[in-house]
């Protein structure tokens, strides 16, 4: 599937001076994907174990690509997809939470653009409001080598809702 949604996907970076985002042509069945993933996920017909035994760190990666979209439809279906997997498949959410760190250190310190920065940084709100306190060691070293670099990325203001 990211495949197929990956070939429909433009690499160029939103112009924040532009009015009008880049609307995919292929909206329509791009949709329809998205759609029927969701229900695959938040199905009670098939066992939670099972799903997330066929969730990958390969597909989770490539799904975290996806987010680099410049129509803002398609980023908001995918919000909505990883956050229902983070919430309800407990044996992924570390793994999600690493590759969110891998692509967040690579727009850090290589591209510093990303047109899905704004919602993948809420998605981390909603995750980072779950950790308990005292944090642990895991969440203080996202915190000092993932988040607080990320506040030296030139393009700060373009993301910061």
Do not use: C
């Amino acid at each position: 599937m990211t495949h197929l949604l990956l070939a429909n996907k433009k690499s160029t970076a939103v112009d924040p001076d532009e009015d009008e985002p880049h609307l995919e042509e292929a909206w329509p069945h791009l949709q329809l994907v998205y759609e029927i993933f969701l229900k695959f996920v938040m199905t009670t017909n098939i066992p939670t174990p099972t799903i997330a035994q066929n969730i990958s760190p390969a597909f989770i990666k490539q799904f975290l690509d996806l987010f680099d979209s410049e129509d803002p439809r398609e980023r908001d279906y995918l919000k909505t997809i990883l956050h229902r997997i983070y919430g309800k498949f407990m044996t992924l959410r570390s793994e999600v939470r690493k590759q969110v760190m891998n692509l967040l250190l690579k727009v850090t310190y290589e591209h510093e653009t990303h047109n899905g920065l704004t919602e993948l940084l809420e998605i981390l709100s909603s995750i980072i409001s779950g950790f308990a306190s005292p944090l642990k060691p895991e969440h203080q070293d996202f915190f000092n080598k993932v988040m607080v670099p990320l506040h030296r990325v030139k393009a700060l203001s373009t993301f910061n809702t």
